[in-house]
């Protein structure tokens, strides 16, 4: 069965803008993903989770308090017996 061009058109335009909705996240969600990480002590990836929430809402306040925290234990220094 022939589809005119135009519904061919929408229906691809419609399943395109669905794909790109789909995919983009919250701030909140990567908020969300990145305490989960936490809770499973995958510290860098609640720092990267913690980091799109900012890039996502650069005014989100409760994605950077725990990104600090969590680079901060993340990146410590480990020291070597002597």
């Known amino acids: 069965m022939q589809f005119p061009h135009w519904i061919r058109w ?5 399943v395109v803008a669905l794909a790109v909705v789909g995919c983009s996240r919250s701030a909140q969600s990567h908020l969300d993903r990145g305490n989960a990480y936490l809770e499973k002590d995958n510290v860098p990836a609640a720092v990267l989770e913690f980091r799109n929430a900012v890039e996502k809402n650069p ?3 409760p994605a950077r308090s725990p990104s600090r925290c969590a680079r901060r ?10």
Not at 73 to 82: D, N, V, Y
């Open 10 to 14: 929408a229906l691809g335009a419609a």
């Open 73 to 82: 234990t993340c990146c410590r220094p480990t020291r070597t017996p002597s």
């Open 59 to 61: 005014m989100f306040a």
